[in-house]
């Protein structure tokens, strides 16, 4: 049986999320405040957190902040604050998911499923997969063993940080779109916010590009060039770094 930690001062709402997890086979712990879910969420096996905003003693950012740095358990955010900063916000500290309430107790079901069922598969494919590694300029990222080194000193990154940068070095020298990026790292079937690629991508960047002597990962503006080493169509920013090794998304297409 799954385990849900509720972390949420709102009795009412943390008895109706409760309910409805248990009526759907999952196991459900309620915290009321921030500081005792962040005891819970650190010292117990959970395998996702749903996590409010605003919380007494300590804010859902701050908690969730703290458990990424430890553990990579999904995380859904849920609060009243709608606004794009507060969701952007919740994405850059680690979360995999937000809503806005009031919501539908169904779709909160619904994706914490989803969430849970890709985390599986994530999972199964680590043990599955083979351990090697990939060099690029002082990168060095250990597939196997999920671990980045950036000129050889280990840096910490989220689940969907590592997937989304080992995709990138995986496929030097090639443009994808933000959607491209969101359906490979968060699946077709996903119900997050495909704002959460920007926010992946500026955080991966903060981590790798301060200590190494490149830009790793550009931003090519859409500009079409022809007869320009021999490939037409090519982007003229995609274009000045085909002489070795770059990841690349294009910010711009949808």
């Known amino acids: ?3 849900v930690l509720i972390i949420e001062d709102e009795k009412s709402i943390a008895d109706l999320e409760r309910d409805y997890l248990e009526i759907n086979g999952f196991d459900a712990d309620v915290a009321l405040a921030g500081d005792i879910g962040l005891h819970k969420a650190m010292t117990m096996d959970y395998d996702l957190i749903l996590l409010d ?3 007494p003693v300590l804010d859902g950012f701050e908690i969730c902040k703290k458990i990424r740095s430890v553990k990579d358990i999904p995380i859904m955010m849920v609060s009243a604050k709608k606004d794009d900063i507060d969701k952007i916000r919740g994405f850059g500290l680690g979360a995999d998911d937000y809503m806005v309430k009031p919501f539908s107790p169904n ?3 619904a994706r914490i499923k989803a969430h849970l069922a890709r985390y599986e598969r994530l ?7 083979p ?3 990939i060099y690029i300029r002082g990168l060095q990222i250990n597939r196997g063993a999920r671990r980045v080194y950036v000129n050889n000193q280990e840096v910490v990154f989220t689940t969907k940080e590592f997937d989304l940068l080992t995709f990138l070095a995986a496929n ?5 779109s933000k959607v491209q990026l969101f359906e490979r790292i968060w699946g077709y079937d996903s119900v997050g916010d495909i704002t959460t690629v920007t926010v992946h991508i500026r955080k991966i960047r903060e981590k790798i590009e301060n200590t190494l002597p490149i830009r790793c ?7 079409r060039v022809t007869g320009l080493e021999g490939n037409s169509g ?3 920013a995609a274009i000045k770094f085909l002489y070795f090794p770059t990841l690349l998304y294009n910010k711009n297409q949808a």
């Not at 990962?217 to 500009?223: A, M, N």
């Open 1 to 3: 049986m799954k385990k």
């Open 53 to 55: 905003v605003m919380l």
């Open 107 to 109: 779709e909160l079901v």
């Open 123 to 129: 999972v199964a494919k680590q043990h599955a997969m």
């Open 131 to 133: 351990l090697n590694e």
């Open 172 to 176: 030097p020298n090639q443009v994808f």
């Open 217 to 223: 990962i550009l931003r090519p503006y859409g500009e």
């Open 234 to 236: 090519v982007s003229k």
